[in-house]
Structures are given as C-alpha cells and as structure tokens.
C-alpha cells in the first residue's frame, strides 16, 4: 500500500501504523488507511475497537503514540483540534460541539464569524445570508437561520453540525456516528447530505454501526477488531457477511 | 415544533417575514425586565403620588444613585455570559476609590483616575489568573478576594474615610454636566452603549457567549477558552475601578464600606434584566435597566417609610421573586 505515497495525485490523507495507548492500555495499534477525495471510507468495529480514537487522532485531538499522517503527501503533526481545523479537516463529532443557546448561524460561523472591514464589527446579513444559501444546497429544513438551536430537532442539529462541517472543510469531513441518535426520515435526511459531500469533492470518513448505511454510503470499508486493522474491503465486492464476521472475528 | 422549509422562506429579509418572526420570539423571558420596571413605576407612581416620586428631582435622583451598581452590573454580565462569576467587585470598588482618593491627596486627578482604574482591573486580573490558567473556580476564588480586598481597603486608611477636594475630579466624575446631563449619567450611557457594542457585534462578544454556552464547542471552534475567560474577569474588575471613581467623585470622599452593600443588588439586577447565571446568554441593556428598577425599588421603598429593616425584608423578597420569576422564563 505504500506506493500509493508515490502516486501523482497523492491520497488526501494517510495514516501509517498509528498507535495510541490510554496508560499502557492500546486502542489502535498499527493502523494505516488512505482517504482520496470524491471518496467515502466507512469504519467499522464493536464497541470500543478504537474508531472514535482514530477520529481524534486525525482531527488533532489525542495526539498518537507512533506512526505517521500524511496531508496531501506531506507529513504533519496536529498539536490540537484548531491546527487541523485550519488545514481543511473538520469533524461532526459524536457530542455535537454546538453552542445550544445561540442561532443557527452564530454556530454556523463559530469562531470564525464575519465581520465588517472598520470596526470589526460582526457583519449578522452576512452570516445569516450565507447560512441560508448552505442550507438550501444541502436541503436541511430548518426554521429559520435565527432559530436558537436547543429549539430545533435531533435531526435539524445534526443537519446544523454537518452544514458546518461542508462550510468549512476543504479536504476531509470525519463523521462519527452522524445519525445514531436520529429517526429513518432524519437518517435518510443526514445519509443524502454526507452523499452530497462526495459532490463536493471531498474525502469523507464515517463512523457507524449500521451496516445497511455503510453498504448504501460508502465506497470501501474499513474493518477494525481491538484496535487492529484487519482489513479494507471496496463495498462493491463485498458484502454483509464478510464484514460481520471481520468484525467478530468468528468465520 | 413546525418545520417550515426553508425554500418557501426564501424571503427571509423581507418585512413581512421579519414581523412574523419578531412576533414568534416575543416571549416573554426577554421582557420581564422591562415589564417588571413597567410595572413597579406604575405601582409607586400611583400610590406615592403624594410622597414626590414622580417629582424630577426625586426621578433623576434614582438614575444618579444608580450609576456605579449599573457600571458594576455590565461587568458583571461579561463574566456570567462566559459561565464565570465575580462576586469581589465589591471590595474592588472601595480598593480602587481609596486609592484614587489616596493618590489624589498629592497629584493631579488623571494620576489618581489611573492608579483606581488600574487598581480595579489589576485584581480583576488577578482573579482572572487563578480562575482562566489555573483552572480554579470562579466562584470560590472571587469569594476569597472579595473577603481579602475588604480587608486591604480597610487597612489601607485604618477604615478612614479619604476627602476628595480635587475639583475637576468630582466634577468629571460626581457633580458637573455637559449641556444640562448630569455626568454621572453620561458615563452610565457611555458604559452602557460601549458593553452592548462589545458584548453585541464583536467576535470578542460572541466569543464569550459561546464560552458560557458550551467551552467544549468552544475550544474545538479555536476559540482560546482561558482567555476569554481571563478577560472576562479582567473586564469585571475595570468596571468596578470605574464604579469606585463613581462614588468617590459623587461623594466627594472614599470609604472602606462603598460598594459593599451592593452585591445582592447587583446581581438581581443582572439576573432580572436576562442574563443566565449559566452562561451563554446575557443582555447589557437589560442589566441596565435591571439596575434602574432595583434602584426605583430602593427609592420607592424608603418614601413609603419603611423602616431600614422593614426595607431590607421588602427588598429581599422583591428580589428573590423576580428573580424566579426570569430564571423560570430561562430554564423552560
Ligand atoms: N480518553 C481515553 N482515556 C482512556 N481510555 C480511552 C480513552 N478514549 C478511549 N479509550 C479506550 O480506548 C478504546 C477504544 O475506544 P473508542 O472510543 O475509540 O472506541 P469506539 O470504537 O469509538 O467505540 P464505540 O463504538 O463504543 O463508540 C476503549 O477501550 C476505550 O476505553
Ligand atoms: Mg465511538
């Protein structure tokens, strides 16, 4: 799989053998994976096999024990969340990260809110503008862009959360269980729009336990058992069988 | 809850649609305070009719007596927006007056407007460190220099009260005007348009809102958490310095007691006028008119002859109603 480093269009990101032990206990260990843009990787693991771990090793949370993370080919270390929030990764993470006693475009813009040229101060039209646009492309029903978000549905978060996400991420979206806690109409809702990223041109990881999501989403599937990869299979040559009895490890 | 699709809302700007939703957030958790100001205006207008409420020097006599707790109370929503709490601004009051008055016994007045001001937003900033990089409690470390500041401001003069005889300094600060208003509601004005700036339409404002709301989202939407929160706290002591130059200049003298019966007020007026004791949501104006009702209420309470007592009783219940009356707006 190493030669794929040498292609001309090198994978978004790799990671090679990360490794990353809580006091002496391992959660991932040797895990390598390529993510290409235009692509949707599924990860897939029982409870704790250590998906949420490499979500927060890429997005800069947890910082690995060994191993490499290649951006675009080149080698990078992100010290916290912001580091690689700044260089195109965002994440939808399984708690949310949404300020719920603020509008729908104040989180929308959170931290990176528009202001006017003299005085700096915050341009609302324009983020409420702009809110509105993004959430008409990606079809999430909501209210109004004022609306305050504890206010709104599971699902119209989630929406919110992933409309962010698009807003901000210029190479790689990370997902991690985007619609565990949703009905069928808000999961068919958040499935059409990480669809739509795929659109966008961007790499896109996602986490879940449902595999009849991950046969209709995604490109490949990566399979992982106590922290171990144990193997990447592309979506269209395999199926649910195969991936249940990676996951068990029963044959 | 209805769930309007946004394509067929395309007119979001208009007016039409700007009425509608101006009247679908007409609850009533954002106008209690001015309903309430409302409400006991019409209440003492009309049963201490006799007494001089209404007169123009009694009513401008309320906004005058107001002033400081008002400046106190715009710091005060700072640090409860970003989910702090500063309850020593008390004490930062009568330090900061006492050493401006202290100063000023042998310099010009701008020296001793700088060492008050710098003395408020020196322990501010002290609060600030323990609270933002040490990570200790805001409550809890607040309350240990609320009771150590006390203690500087009364050894400070050996519980001496210190004249203040420079004239531009109680003129800029207590009697004089500027086309007939009075300066102590200019500065009011002024503190109050500036915090709702800041506080309203700057990244800064929006900032310490989201930290209040939730610091997690916060610091993973590159928001530095500790600083906000070390502001905040710094922001909190400026305006107590700012009130204590306040009293110093109306009374003409600083006192270890000023400032120090004004806590329950100000936080009344805080939580009344919309801003969570949680954090994540605040209101300047409303603060301020928090304020004004509070100090009406003071006002009203003595016309109608109560005694000290009988006022403290009065008040506190007064307070601990209308305080429950917005936190049950807030946590519906
Ligand atoms: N911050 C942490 N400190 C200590 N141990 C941790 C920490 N985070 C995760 N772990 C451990 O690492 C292992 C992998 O956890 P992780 O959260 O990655 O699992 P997961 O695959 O996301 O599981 P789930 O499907 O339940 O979300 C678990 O054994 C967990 O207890
Ligand atoms: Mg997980």
């Known amino acids: 799989m190493n030669e794929r480093l040498n292609d001309t269009i090198a994978p978004v990101l790799s990671l090679r053998g990360i490794r990353k032990a809580f006091d002496g206990i391992v959660a991932v260990e040797e895990f390598s994976l390529d993510l290409d843009r235009g692509e949707i990787v599924a990860l897939v693991g029982d409870n704790g096999a250590g998906k949420s771990t490499i979500v927060k090793i890429i997005s800069g949370v947890h910082t690995p024990n060994g191993g490499t993370l290649h951006l675009d080919g080149k080698t990078v270390d992100f010290a916290d969340a912001s580091s690689a929030r700044r260089k195109g990764i965002e994440v939808v993470y399984q708690d949310l990260a949404l300020a719920n006693q603020q509008t729908v475009y104040m989180n929308l813009f959170l931290g990176r809110e528009i202001t006017h040229r003299p005085f700096g101060l915050l341009d609302r039209r324009r983020m409420m503008t702009e809110t509105r646009k993004l959430l008409e492309d990606l079809d999430i029903r909501i209210p109004s862009t004022r609306s305050t978000i504890r206010n709104l549905s599971g699902g119209q978060r989630q929406g919110v959360a992933i409309a962010r996400a698009t807003r901000w991420a210029q190479k790689l979206v990370l997902l991690d269980e985007p619609t565990a806690a949703l009905g069928v109409a808000e999961t068919s809702k958040v499935e059409n729009i990480v669809k739509s990223l795929k659109d966008r041109d961007l790499a896109v990881l996602i986490v879940s336990h449902n595999l009849d999501q991950v046969f209709r989403l995604s490109d490949r599937i990566c399979v992982l058992r106590r922290g171990k990869q144990v193997g990447i299979r592309p979506t269209g040559e395999t199926e649910k069988n195969e991936i249940v009895s990676m996951i068990t490890g029963l044959a | 809850m209805a769930r309007i699709s946004l394509r067929s809302n395309t007119n979001d700007g208009s007016e039409l649609t700007q009425i509608r939703s101006f009247l679908t957030k007409l609850d009533v958790q954002k ?27 009694n009513l401008s006599n309320i906004v ?48 001793g407007i700088l060492a008050g001001l710098g003395a408020g937003i020196a322990i501010g900033a002290l609060n600030g460190v323990f609270v933002a990089f040490l990570g200790l409690p805001s409550f809890l470390v607040t309350l240990a220099t609320l009771g150590l500041f006390a203690g500087v401001a009364r050894s400070l003069t050996n519980l001496q009260s210190v004249p203040v005889l420079n004239d531009f300094f109680t003129e800029f600060f207590g009697s004089g005007s500027v086309a007939g208003i009075p300066s102590l509601v200019i500065w009011t004005l002024a503190a109050v348009i500036a915090g709702h700036l800041v506080f309203r339409e700057t990244r800064f404002g929006a900032h310490v809102i989201a930290t209040g709301d939730n610091p997690n989202a916060a610091q993973v939407s590159g928001i530095r958490v500790p600083r906000i929160r ?11 310095g700012l009130a204590g130059l306040l009293y110093a200049g109306r009374l003409q003298a600083a006192k270890y007691t000023l400032g120090e019966s004004d806590l329950m007020t100000v936080i009344a007026a805080v939580i009344v006028g919309g801003t969570a004791l949680t954090g994540g949501r605040g209101s300047i104006v409303g603060a301020c008119v928090g304020s004004l009702l509070m100090g009406m209420l003071n006002n009203g309470l003595i016309l109608m002859g109560l005694s000290v007592s009988g006022q403290m009783i009065a008040r ?4 601990l109603f209308a305080v429950a009356v917005s936190l049950r707006e807030f946590n519906r």
Do not use: K, N
């Open chain 2, 64 to 111: 005058l007596q107001t002033a400081p707790a008002t400046i106190m109370a715009i710091g005060l929503v700072f640090a409860l927006s970003a989910g702090e709490i500063d309850i020593s601004f008390g004490s930062i009051v009568a330090v900061s007056a006492l050493v401006a008055a202290m100063v000023m016994r042998g310099q010009p007045a701008l020296f």
């Open chain 2, 31 to 57: 106008y209690v305070v001015y309903l309430g100001f409302l409400a006991i205006f019409l209440f003492f207008a009309a049963t201490l009719h006799d007494d001089g409420f209404l007169s123009t020097r």
């Open chain 2, 316 to 319: 506190g219940l007064i307070i």
């Open chain 2, 230 to 240: 070390f502001l905040v706290l710094t922001i909190s002591g400026a305006c107590a």
